[in-house]
């Protein structure tokens, strides 16, 4: 009943929301807020599937192996600084200063270093996203029950079954969390590093019209962005709840009791 | 669960400790736990160490266990030292809500400690049977341990521990949170499995009563730093029986001997 209720809501919102936008704007003369039917043609008109394979796949793609290489380094390293705890404590401020950096400000960094094509988007993508994981990562593996470790030990369990079966499900609920924001930052810098060199993906289109005053086709870029960032989280989210069902499970008991 | 079915495991261990000694941190800030514990556990023998909370109990079960080091003197198992996790032992931890893996499922559980000891599949499965049989929870092994009561979450403990098939058990105090009921149930367990399976346990404990039922002797510590103040044999009449034993007169006597050591200022 209330779980119907929340879907009703969810589901519900957004389809309200734009009926009001396309009722409101419906006749729009306002150059900065263009009809939401003429918006809606222009998305059909430029993505479906025009610029499909030349911008979308490519923004995509980007966005895929940035987060990708994130999420192996983020966890890889956070696993090394963890287990060494004196490596850790030398490493703790730089991470923290690098983190501090606004993700997109990274973007120039790898523009003068390696210049403007789809490996300075990648790396800026990968660097940004590291750092929520791995910080998640450290401080998830930091978390983990002295038990646990002692359970591991007195049953001599191997260092791979301790990394594989014991420290990394225990630290799964941190670096999930720690995915998550790293997925967002990602997204953000894909479409940052997009707005320099060439005119080539999502952002850099949705740019592009907004600089020739092409308003309807930036609202329909804006529209995918936020269509993709959309599914992207709620993948995420279904691949977390699968795996982290035990532990999704055990709170709301604990939440019950 | 039949004596069968562990048909050739190897005899049960005897547990030497000499003169061991623990300190936590080094130099004039050095701390002393344990100075100079000396107690032996025979082979096949049930043997509690009672002693105050705060005492060193865990300190020593650590040193046992091989997870921390001793500051000197020695633990043995059959003559061989103990200088890091011995193979032939297995320890349920205090807080069985804390030593259970709460990703995975009773039976999982059962078998994180197993799969490097490369049995054939069929083992496993039987180890994992007999091991909930003993304990009682068939039913639950596909259930997480967080959807488990403490009592039954501490029996999954014990069959982790089981399934292991040690020559040596130590529990730390295993019984020590959960309800009354539940408790009197654990350590009639406890007698049963120690029977069924053929090992030498080593119970720690700060309840008197509890030492005095379960043990064939009891190890009394005093504090602090922790020491042997005495080992008490208990001749209770066996098969023990939570009315009757602790009814009987000689039960009575025992436990005022122990309290009686306890009390009394060193
Ligand atoms: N890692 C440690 N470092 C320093 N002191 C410790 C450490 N672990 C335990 N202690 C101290 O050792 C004493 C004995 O603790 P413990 O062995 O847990 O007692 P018990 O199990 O008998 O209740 C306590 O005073 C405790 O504060
Ligand atoms: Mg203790």
């Keep these: ?32 807020f263009p009809p939401l039917s003429y918006i809606l043609e222009r ?12 911008d979308i796949l490519v923004s995509l793609l980007n966005l895929v192996i940035g987060f990708a290489l994130a999420a192996v380094i983020g966890v890889g390293l956070g696993f090394v600084l963890a287990m060494l705890p004196k490596v850790g ?8 200063f690098f983190r501090s950096i606004p993700p997109v400000a990274l973007v120039p960094i790898f523009v003068s270093l390696i210049g403007f094509g789809i490996e300075m988007r990648i790396a800026s993508i990968t660097l940004a996203a590291v750092f929520p994981t791995l910080i998640a990562t450290v401080d998830g593996l930091r978390g983990v029950d002295s038990t646990l470790k002692d359970v591991s030990a007195v049953y001599r369990l191997s260092t791979g079954e301790k990394i594989i079966r014991v420290f990394l499900p225990a630290a799964g609920p941190h670096i999930a969390s720690g995915l998550q924001v790293s997925l967002q930052t990602a997204f953000v810098v894909m479409i940052a590093s997009e707005m320099l060199g060439p005119s080539q993906g999502i952002g850099a289109m949705t740019l592009l019209a907004q600089q020739s005053f092409m308003i309807a086709d930036m609202w329909s870029g804006i529209i995918l962005l936020g269509v993709i960032g959309f ?3 709620m993948l ?22 | 669960m039949t ?27 050095a701390k002393v736990i344990i100075e100079d514990l000396t107690f032996t556990v025979e082979t096949g023998e049930v043997v509690c160490i009672v002693g105050p909370s705060g005492v060193g109990k865990t300190t020593l079960l650590k040193c046992l266990a091989g997870l921390q080091p001793a500051s000197s003197g020695t633990a043995a198992i059959d003559g061989r030292v103990i200088d890091g996790p011995p193979p032939e032992m297995a320890l349920v931890f205090q807080d069985y809500n804390r030593s259970l893996m709460p990703w995975l499922t009773v039976r999982k559980n059962l078998m994180l400690p197993l799969r490097h000891l490369r049995l054939p599949a069929a083992e496993t499965r039987e180890r994992c049977n007999d091991a909930l049989a003993a304990v009682g929870l068939e039913h639950a092994e596909h259930q997480y341990p967080w959807q488990l009561s403490g009592g039954m979450q501490q029996r999954v403990a014990i069959a982790r521990a089981l ?20 408790r009197f149930d654990l350590e009639d367990l406890c007698l049963k499995i120690r029977k069924d399976f053929n090992m030498t346990v080593l119970v720690v404990t700060h309840d008197i009563d509890e030492a005095v039922y379960l043990s064939d002797r009891v190890v009394v510590l005093g504090s602090k730093p922790a020491r042997v103040l005495t ?22 006597a025992l436990r005022t001997d122990v309290l009686s050591l306890i009390k009394r200022p060193a």
Aim: no cysteine; net charge positive.
């Design chain 1, 43 to 54: 998305f059909q008109e430029l993505w479906l599937f025009a610029h499909f394979s030349s």
């Design chain 1, 236 to 257: 995420f989210e279904l691949g977390r709840r699968r795996l982290l069902a035990w532990y999704i499970g055990s709170r709301r008991l604990a939440r019950a009791q």
């Design chain 2, 231 to 252: 080992t008490i044999d208990v001749d209770l009449p066996s098969p023990r029986d939570q009315i009757t034993t602790r009814s009987l007169p000689e039960f009575a």
């Design chain 1, 89 to 96: 404590g030398y490493v703790d401020p730089v991470i923290h």
């Design chain 2, 3 to 29: 004596n069968e079915a562990v048909a050739g495991k190897a005899a049960p261990s005897r547990l030497d400790v000499r003169s061991l000694a623990k300190s936590y941190g080094a130099g004039a800030k």
């Design chain 1, 231 to 233: 599914i992207a989280n």
């Design chain 1, 1 to 32: 009943m209330r779980k119907t209720l929340y879907v009703l809501l969810g589901v519900g919102t957004p389809v309200v929301l734009l009926a009001a936008w396309f009722v409101a704007s419906a006749g729009s003369t306002n150059t900065f």
């Design chain 2, 163 to 182: 399934a292991y098939r040690p020559e040596i058990l130590v529990m730390d105090e295993p019984f020590a949170s959960v309800d009354a009921q539940t």
